[in-house]
């Protein structure tokens, strides 16, 4: 009786701890709302899209993620294995600036989503790092279809946060996702979409950029 007690409290053990340990997940998917592929200076060829952009929270706790995430990287292969696989033939960089310091408070202000679990939140990207392409280049892709991923930054900001009223004494970034730990888990790690599929018209097919 004592034995079927303690392997009660050992799986009880085992079940909170995997409550505790369990990770957030971030799922980021992608879909094509315009594309434009086009001529620009002489025969080079860009690819712009717009995209709309799903983070959606596959936790079991709330996610708390930046609403002006958006693109760091564009990640293009030749089929869905290879994309699904990170074995990628080209790359292209996303929108870069340098990101201004502000001050983060005690709670997530309006410039945080706290997602609950399963909730998704769209966000509409305009991708300018396709291309542009040499017309050798492009002979790899047009009419085929490739598969596209993004790299996201999750937060807009460089955080600063204070410890209680004295701003020379600022927070990391661990301190200060435990600091908002009971609105939701922090999401700083950045994220990878899904794999999408692309397709590349014909040379011919194509105009001047307007």
Known sequence: ?????????????????????????????????????????????????ELTVTF???AESPLIISRNSTESGLLIAHTLTRANDRR???????????????????????????????????REIKVWGLGPFTRQEYRHYEGTTHFIRLELFTVDTFLVARQNKDLSVSLSKKELIARWKNYGYLWLDGATSEPMSVQFPVYYDLKSCK
């Open 1 to 49: 009786m004592r034995s079927l007690s303690c392997l009660n409290f050992l799986i009880a053990f085992g079940l909170l701890q995997a409550i505790v340990v369990a990770k957030p997940k971030l799922s980021v998917t992608t879909a094509i709302r315009d594309q434009q592929t086009c001529l620009v200076s002489g025969d080079r060829i860009q690819v712009s899209l």
């Open 56 to 58: 959606r929270n596959r």
């Open 88 to 122: 990628f033939e080209r790359t292209g960089r996303g929108d870069l600036w340098d990101f201004p310091f502000t001050l983060q408070g005690d709670s997530p202000d309006a410039s945080w989503l706290i997602l609950k679990p399963d909730e998704a939140y769209d």
